[in-house]
């Protein structure tokens, strides 16, 4: 069968296929591009996106939190996703100077005590100025508008990686 769009492309995967392509969009969490194959086949890419959405949307508590948690505290230097790596370094937050590392690692520090979860942003866009002020005016959320808050940033960054994949699908056809 040849393979005419990205969307015939997803809908022609299978599910172990979907998730390779759309696994990582949500950060260390293939579950939801595993459990949005289940509804295919989309009318579009963009339902596609939507679908993925609307399962964080609508799952349980737990599950949110564990989805905020698996994201990585901004400017640490741990292990991380290889889009998030790219991401961070994006935002120059790679090259901080060890004041600001400094700073960033209190900050994060305070935002971690009181919120339970990593800050989450999406950085595109964004230079490490931006995003340490946001880490401070957020500080100040309670910690329901906060975890809100993580989600819908969360929404951002993978509509960015979505988008990316598509243009990479797209690219690929483009080629034959």
Do not use: C
């Not at 939801?32 to 349980?60: C, D, G, L, R, Y």
């Amino acid at each position: 069968m040849k393979v005419t769009s990205v969307n015939e492309k997803m809908n022609a995967s299978n599910t172990e296929q979907f998730k390779e392509m759309f696994g990582e969009i949500f950060e260390h969490s293939p579950w939801i591009a595993q459990k949005a194959a289940e509804a295919k086949p989309f009318n579009s890419v963009e339902e596609a996106f939507e679908t993925m959405k609307k399962i964080v949307e609508e799952a349980n508590y737990e599950e949110q939190l564990a989805l905020i948690l698996e994201h990585p505290e901004l400017g640490k230097r741990i292990k991380m996703s290889a889009a998030s790596v790219r991401e961070q370094n994006g935002a120059r937050l790679d090259s901080l100077s060890p004041e600001e590392f400094d700073v960033f690692t209190a900050t994060n520090k305070a935002y971690m005590e009181k919120f339970e979860f990593p800050f989450i942003i999406a950085v595109a866009g964004k230079n490490k100025q931006d995003i340490l002020q946001a880490m401070k005016e957020r500080l100040n959320n309670s910690r329901e508008t906060e975890f809100e808050t993580a989600l819908q940033q969360i929404y951002q960054i993978a509509r960015l990686r979505f988008n990316a994949i598509i243009e990479n699908l797209a690219s690929e056809e483009s080629k034959f």
